[in-house]
């Protein structure tokens, strides 16, 4: 072990030890503190000053209270039972919006297809808070989707979308279906086409074809492209606090004004913890996916 | 077999459609002489004036490009660092953890990464302000330059560090004149992505941001939750119309590179 390359790595190890893992550590450790009125708004505070009594009475002062809070409080049982279904119905919603558009890049000409992905990426380099806030006059009473629809006819008094669940839904599809049609589409690109037509000779129709050969070919970009947007979504806060409602009830949402509103940051950790326990599955499972897919191309 | 059937036509027409439709009438929107965002009465460009005239923007516009210039660049020196330990670095004590922390901010939540930032910030007592937004951000940001940079690095021939080691450069010789400039190509785009991840952050800006510094987002998102307005369509139509100069420079710029060397390889084997 050399000096340089000693020095190489613990440069990035140190900065990530000291801004990613200690961080966390406090998390849980105010997640295990209780709520005071001081600054900073929480007790026991560490003070090594007091030697080894003092380590052992601030461990000693640490409980599962705010845990045991949360599970009697209705509010955040809701919240993440409804974070939940919302970022699975926008997950569910994200694949049928963003696979036909895979799907018919992955079937126009070889010339087109650079500049049809650049078309996809372009939205995700622009502000992500940008491309929420333009929904919020398409979406509002007297925004263009109710002066389209009122014009055309289709209705006669104006819909109440922002501010609701359906806008919370078409605000997470719109900016996260990048992340589902990219790895679909890299599945799709790579599939061979004459299977397809093997299918069609044996006698499958073309629907039926689609069903049996090309989803199950295209099911490793599903799989990536449902996690991509399903684990973001799950701890989203901005589509939320824009185009939701005040009866959205999002956990990024409760986490954020639990902190800023309520000040109540021993409770806003152990949201933190818990969110983080939930998206541990869902990484796994995705993590193993992008496994088996690496296994499966050598 | 490869035909665009009315399909395909469909769905690319209808998809992109959904993906571009509301940024155009933001756009359009922006040029509206009315004050209701909804209703058009005619061309104007005044709100971009105003926009210009508005002292707390220009303020923030200014911060949020300092701290993405200092961060982006911290977090490319600091990713890149970890993409060659990672690809390069062998076997050392702590492997596992130290991959595990690249890739677990680029999965965790915002919420969750700002909150544990702004307690280590108290914790430690430090002032909130520009230096903290650019600790945060080349925290995160860091993460995703070192999986795009290595991505490179696992694809490229390392006999060729070998060779130039055995012609006896230095280890850090054989980096700056082999090893950089055949990644230098995503370090660059490493930068990009750190520097565009960093003028779009608003909730660990949020976080990690004490009262004297605003950045734009967080101007946006607090002027936005208002409702909407013509002045925030103005500043959004300025920040797409550079993103978009931005990209599409970019990628002009790197299919002329492709061409060429594929012209070079052609001279070469001729």
Known sequence: ?298 | MRRMSWFNVTALTLGFAFLYIPILILIIYSFNESKLVTVWAGFSVKWYGELFQNQAFLNAAWVTLKVGVLSSTAATVLGTMAAYVMVRGGRFFGRTLFSGMIYAPLVMPEVITGLSLLLLFIAVGMDRGVMTIVLAHTTFSMCYVSVVVSSRLVSFDQSLEEAALDLGCTPFDAFKSVTLPIIAPAVISGWLLAFTLSLDDLVIASFAAGPSSTTLPIKIYSAVRLGVSPEINALSTIMIGIVAFGVITASLVSKRNIARLKREEKLAVQ
């Open chain 1, 1 to 298: 072990m050399n000096i340089r390359r000693l020095f190489l790595i613990s440069i990035p190890y140190l900065w990530l030890l000291a801004l990613f893992l200690v961080p966390f550590l406090i998390v849980m450790k105010i997640s295990l503190s209780d709520l005071a009125i001081a600054i900073p708004p929480y007790t026991p505070t560490l003070s090594l000053s007091d030697g080894w009594q003092g380590i052992k009475g601030f461990w000693a002062a640490l409980d599962i209270e705010n845990y045991i809070f949360l599970t009697e409080d209705n509010l955040y049982w809701k919240a993440y039972l409804s974070s939940f279904k919302i970022a699975l119905v926008s997950t569910a919603l994200t694949l049928l919006v963003g696979y036909p558009i895979a799907y018919g890049m992955a079937n126009a000409s070889p010339e087109w297809r650079p500049t049809l992905m650049m078309l996809v990426i372009l939205p995700f380099w622009t502000s992500f808070l940008i491309r929420v806030y333009a929904w919020m006059g398409i979406l509002s009473k007297q925004g263009f989707l109710n002066q389209f629809l009122l014009w055309s006819g289709i209705i006669d008094d104006p819909l109440v979308i922002l501010n609701t669940n359906t806008a919370v839904y078409i605000g997470i599809v719109y900016t996260y279906v990048p992340f589902m049609i990219l790895p679909i589409y890299a599945t799709l690109e790579k599939m061979d086409a004459s299977l397809i037509e093997a299918a069609i000779d044996l006698g499958c129709s073309r629907l039926k074809a689609f069903w049996l050969v090309t989803i199950p070919l295209s099911k490793s970009g599903i799989i990536a492209g449902c996690f991509l947007v399903f684990i973001p979504a799950l701890g989203e806060f901005v589509i939320p606090s824009l185009l939701g409602g005040s009866r959205t009830l999002m956990i990024g949402k409760v986490l954020w004004e639990e902190f800023f509103s309520n000040r109540d940051w021993p409770v806003a950790s152990a949201v933190a913890v818990i969110l983080l326990l939930l998206l541990v599955i869902p990484i796994i499972l995705f993590q193993r996916n992008e496994q088996k897919q690496r296994e499966a191309e050598q």
